[in-house]
């Protein structure tokens, strides 16, 4: 009897668990990162003396209803995601920067080109010439202000990488603690099923920052590594993320990462992966592209109507002061240089300028030249050279072999840009040949006017170099909205595969309850009826 | 398929919120008017925009030209006419002067009039915009063109030839004065300054000396050279009509230029609003489905049921 006792109670029991678990499913059907959790039951097949068939049910543990295939894959196409949609929505930012073209740089440009055209009229008149240095003044500002722009678009968005790199940090920190307490529970009949389900959470949150490898051992720990194979977390050891200056280009960042032992890795941003790659992308390609076109264009405006003036007689005879001073432009060793060379860099020809900045290295008998933009590379023997409008030249000291340098052109112009001149009179607006009233003379006014369409940035006009910025910051917005949208697409079809097998139904464990409640019942039953029958034997013995 | 109860609602919610911002899209493109808002939303129209609205400026820019361009020519124009004026006043002196019914005191008196007339002409021929530009300026001067020099002598002093002003069109906007007065062409001769001739018949008047015969001769002479000034101006006047009449032209070909200009800005970046309201209308029917969908769906538990 006491047989069949112990498998009514068994059955008993195990219905009772499945009801427990059906509950906490219920729950938790909303608590994000919970995975489902079903019964794990076996027969026990321990025959003893005068049984039949088996002892009952066993309830051997709670697994989670949980693939790795589909979490993997869910966790990998977020991290894409993250990463295309931190570059796409500071695009986005980008994008307004330049979106009213009445407050653009060709305005201003074509403000300063009206008031030329009534200076060309009334070259006399001191109150249109007071206008035209207002408005080159204008144009100085507003290339200043919009370059001012897109420098803190770049400063806000490394500050957000410094706080996703903080975040970083705590994650990991947080899956080397739940690695403690897993390795914990290890030897105990269930599996520690929340902890897991919190260390796949950390797992995900931080896929969304840097792509991250996870290798999970039999006792549910894990070891997380970059894509490149750096160690982040191992067992109970977090690694600590910094962002430190890149050794080329000291505004730039790469990444950090310190192990428990003293030692530091640097890895490139773009190999990193999740949102801090995505900015680190818009940081230093973005912007850099959209700031050096601005510069080119500031460049070759500088050096037309300059050259132009000092071609011309002001109104007291002398040859015109320039309109425009412009900055100039940096040669940095980088950070490991072994020799001690200082290079310098000037602009020879304003016009010749392209939109990039470069790169310089010696490699013991040769330097070699790569523009960063297109990554263009000549080389040459020896310094002083003269290249895309720029000559660089030894200042002091040698270089070693292996020695790189960072030479910042289009990027350093515009924030030194100004105004040179502030008297009207200076102003060349008689042409060179003039003896006498120049005031009144307005053929030089006319060749400023013309410069409107005839100056060259680089072979095309300022208002055609600017109409292809603005298509260009368009088109990257655009390609990385598209982009960004595809990949969000692929993580929520992954997200909804590994839903699909994890997440709770309602409906489901609803019908769950139901048969569990009948089993229940009818263990009960079987309970019932071994008490009888003992009654029932009992009575008969008398 | 499983479908869970938590995504099933994150996604029903995620789809609303899909068409809610559609929504928002088409509301904002009618209310901006703009198809184009920002450089991603067409990357190429934004580029010709801004290629458009700095040929619209440089139109302007233009057509403040012209019409400082015309306001010379009408003053030219005008000026020419009343130096023709007092020229014909000053001939009629000048006829009046050689008349042998004279008396010295008359001569005199005709000698007043004749100085009068030389110094409106003086004042006429100097006439120009009130900011530095002289009608009769030449290449441009600052101090008026027609000058005493050290003699006394009304001398021409602008540099001679024209200003001109224009970029995509060329317009002389001023005149060279010594041909009409100050060099005056004569066949088979020197050149003569209408105003030392004055200045000498003038004296000739005033000199109760001179005789009426001498005095005759003296006006006659003037009077031919006040003839080739008339005809030299008439000439010039005619020139004068023709720039103008350039001007006309050149700004109605600007005019529908800029039409064209605005037309095309106006295709690239406004929006059709026949279309963009049936965008809307389209994206308010889908907003309003997904929220009814959901509503039936969200109701459906077998909770209810137990």
């Given amino acids: 009897m006491s047989d069949l006792l112990r498998i009514g109670a068994s059955g008993l029991n195990a219905a009772y668990a499945q009801l427990q678990n059906a509950g906490q499913n219920i729950a938790n059907a909303a608590t994000p990162g919970y995975v489902r959790r079903e019964v794990q039951l076996s027969e026990n097949r321990n025959v003893g003396a005068g049984m039949v068939s088996g002892s009952g049910v066993d309830v051997t ?53 009206q008031s030329l055209a009534d200076l060309s009229s009334r070259p006399a008149d001191s109150s249109v010439r007071t206008a035209v240095l207002a408005r080159v003044d204008g144009f100085a500002d507003r290339a200043v202000s919009l370059d001012a722009r897109l420098t803190d678009l770049r400063a806000s968005t490394q500050g957000r990488m410094a706080g996703d790199v903080d975040h970083a940090n705590d994650l990991l920190a947080s899956i080397a603690r739940i690695n403690r307490q897993i390795g914990q529970t290890a030897g105990s009949v269930s599996a520690p099923n929340a902890l897991l389900d919190q260390r796949d959470t950390l797992l995900a949150d931080l896929n969304k920052i840097v792509r991250a490898n996870a290798n999970f051992a039999v006792d549910g720990t894990v070891s997380v590594t970059t894509q490149s194979g750096e160690p982040l977390v191992t067992g109970e050891q977090a690694s600590t993320l910094s962002l430190v200056p890149d050794r080329l280009d000291a505004t730039a960042f790469d990444l950090s990462i310190a192990r428990g032992n003293g030692t530091a890795v640097r890895v490139e941003m773009a190999a990193v992966g999740g949102s801090l790659a995505g900015m680190a992308r818009f940081a230093d390609d973005d912007i850099a592209a959209s700031r050096a076109r601005l510069g080119q264009i500031v460049a070759g405006v500088a050096q037309a109507f300059n050259d132009q003036q000092a071609g011309g007689l002001d109104a007291t005879g002398a040859p015109g002061s320039p309109f425009f001073t412009v900055g100039t432009p940096t040669a940095s060793a980088a950070a490991g240089n072994g020799g001690s060379a200082q290079l310098s860099v000037s602009i020879a020809n304003g016009s010749a300028i392209k939109a990039s900045d470069y790169a310089l290295a010696w490699d013991g008998s040769n330097y070699q030249l790569t523009r960063l933009a297109d990554g263009n590379v000549s080389s040459f023997a020896a310094l002083p050279q003269s290249v895309d409008g720029l000559t660089i030249s030894l200042g002091s000291g040698t270089p070693a072999q292996g020695d790189r340098f960072l030479l910042r052109t289009a990027s350093t112009l515009i924030p030194g840009l100004a105004a040179a001149t502030s008297d009207p009179a200076k102003i060349a607006t008689a042409s060179a040949s003039t003896t006498a009233d120049w005031a009144s003379d307005n053929r030089n006014a006319k060749a400023l006017l013309a410069l409107g369409d005839a100056l060259s940035v680089d072979g095309a006009s300022v208002i055609s170099r600017y109409a292809s910025l603005i298509g260009e910051v368009g088109t990257r917005s655009q390609s990385a909205q598209a982009a960004s949208d595809m990949s969000m697409r692929l993580a929520d079809d992954a997200a909804r595969s590994r839903s699909e097998l994890s997440d709770v139904n309602l409906d489901e464990e609803a019908a769950h309850l139901l048969q569990f409640q009948q089993a229940y019942a009818a263990s009960a039953k079987v309970i019932a009826a071994a008490n009888e029958m003992f009654r029932t034997l009992l009575g008969a013995l008398g | ?35 184009v808002n920002r450089p991603s939303d067409d990357p190429a129209a934004a580029a010709e925009a801004e290629r458009l609205r700095s040929r619209e400026a440089r139109v302007d820019a233009e057509k403040r030209t012209l019409s400082f361009a015309r306001q010379m020519l009408s003053t030219a124009d005008n000026t020419i006419g009343d130096a023709v004026g007092v020229l014909q006043s000053a001939r009629e002196s000048l006829l009046l002067a050689g008349s042998p019914a004279l008396s010295s005191s008359d001569r005199a008196s005709v000698a007043i009039a004749l100085r009068q007339h030389r ?72 050149t003569e300054n209408l105003f030392s001739q004055l200045d000498s018949v003038i004296a000739a008047l005033e000199n109760p000396a001179t005789t009426s015969g001498a005095a005759s001769t003296v006006a006659t002479g003037v009077i031919q050279t006040v003839d080739r000034s008339i005809d030299r101006l008439g000439q010039t006047r005619t020139v004068v009509g023709e720039r103008l009449k350039g001007i006309d032209v050149r700004e109605q070909a600007m005019e529908s230029g800029s039409i064209d200009t605005a037309s095309r800005l106006s295709d690239l970046i406004d929006v059709d609003f026949a279309s963009a309201l049936s965008n809307f209308n389209q994206n308010q029917t889908a907003a309003d489905a997904a929220m009814k969908a959901y509503a039936q769906v969200a109701k459906l538990s077998l909770f209810s049921y137990l």
Avoid: K, W
Avoid at chain 1, 65 to 70: A, E, I, K, M
Avoid at chain 2, 2 to 22: L, V
């Fill in chain 1, 61 to 113: 543990g709670v697994r989670r209803v949980y693939d790795q295939f589909l979490s993997r894959e869910a966790v990998s196409t977020q991290s894409s995601a993250s990463q295309d949609t931190a570059r796409s929505d500071a695009l986005q930012r980008l994008d307004s920067v330049f979106a009213d073209p009445a407050t653009g740089l060709g305005a201003a440009f074509d403000d300063m080109m």
């Fill in chain 2, 1 to 35: 398929m499983r479908i869970a109860t938590a995504y099933a609602h994150q996604s029903a919610i995620d789809g609303i919120s899909e068409r809610q911002r559609r929504l928002a899209d088409s509301q904002q493109q009618i209310s901006s008017g703009l198809r």
């Fill in chain 2, 119 to 190: 110094e409106q002409l003086l004042e006429v021929v100097n006439r120009g915009d009130g900011m530095g530009n002289f009608v009769f300026g030449g290449r441009g001067t600052s101090a008026s063109p027609f000058a005493p020099d050290a003699s006394s002598n009304i001398v021409y002093q602008a540099p001679s030839g024209t200003v001109t002003v224009g970029e995509s069109f060329s317009s002389e906007v001023s005149l060279d004065g010594s041909s009409s007065f100050t060099s005056i062409a004569r066949p088979g001769g020197p």
